[in-house]
C-alpha cells in the first residue's frame, strides 16, 4: 500500500516520462509538484523497507514444503523489488530535492535537461520494478496454494492483480497489488492453521 501512495503523490511525475524539458521544468519550480515528489519518493522508501521483512516471511512460510530453489525465487524478488523501489525513489527525489535546496540557497540548481533525465530514468526503474512486483505476487500465490497456505480464492486474487499490474502502466496497477498482500497478511492472522 506504501507504493500506491508513493505512486499517487508522485503522480504527475509518474505519468510524464515522454514530456519535454519544459515540462519537467515548470513541474520542479512548483512547490506543490516538489513536496508530492519528496513524499511520494519517501513512501517509496517506506514500500521498500516493509517488502523485504514480508518477503522473508514469506520465505519461512514456506519453507519445508516447497523446494528450496522457489523459496529462495520467492526472496529474492522480494529483495529486487526493495532494492528497485530503493533506487526508483533515489533517482524521483533527486531533482525536486535539488531544486528546493537551490531555491533556499539562491543557486540555480540542476539543468533542467539533466533533471529531466534523471526524472525519467527513474520513471523507467519505477515502471520496470512494477513488473518485478507483479512477478512476485504471481509466484507467492502460487506457492503458498501449492502448500496449503492459503485457499484457492486468495491465490487467484493474487494471479488477477499480478495480472492486472503488468497491464497497467500508472500507480494505480499498483492497488490489486497492495491489496492481496493485505489481504495474504489478514489471512495468515485469522487463520492458525497458516503458520509454519
Known amino acids: 500500500m506504501a507504493y500506491l501512495v508513493g505512486a499517487v503523490l508522485l503522480g504527475e511525475l509518474v505519468g510524464s516520462s515522454a514530456d519535454s524539458t519544459q515540462t519537467f521544468t515548470e513541474h520542479f519550480n512548483n512547490d506543490t509538484s516538489r513536496f508530492g515528489d519528496i513524499a511520494g519518493s519517501s513512501a517509496l522508501i517506506v514500500a521498500a523497507l516493509l517488502i523485504v521483512p514480508l518477503g522473508l516471511s514469506l520465505r519461512q512460510r ?27 525513489a533515489g533517482l524521483l527525489v533527486t531533482a525536486p530535492l535539488w531544486q528546493s535546496f537551490g531555491d533556499l540557497f539562491d543557486d540555480p540548481g540542476m539543468e533542467p535537461a539533466v533533471a529531466a533525465g534523471v526524472a525519467q530514468a527513474g520513471i523507467a526503474v519505477l515502471l520496470a520494478t512494477l513488473f518485478v512486483l507483479a512477478a512476485w505476487t504471481f509466484l507467492a500465490a502460487s506457492l503458498a496454494r501449492k502448500a496449503g497456505r492459503i485457499p484457492r480464492w486468495l491465490s487467484i486474487a493474487g494471479w488477477v492483480a499480478a495480472t492486472l499490474a503488468l497491464f497497467g502502466i500508472t500507480g494505480a496497477a499498483a492497488l490489486p497489488l ?17 503458520e509454519p
Do not use: F
Open 62 to 88: 514456506l519453507s519445508g514444503e516447497t523446494p528450496e530453489l522457489k523459496v529462495d525465487l520467492v526472496a529474492g524478488l522480494a529483495i529486487l523489488s526493495a532494492s528497485g523501489l530503493l533506487l526508483s
Open 178 to 194: 497492495g491489496l492481496w498482500w493485505v489481504a495474504l497478511g489478514w489471512w495468515w492472522r485469522r487463520d492458525p492453521t497458516s
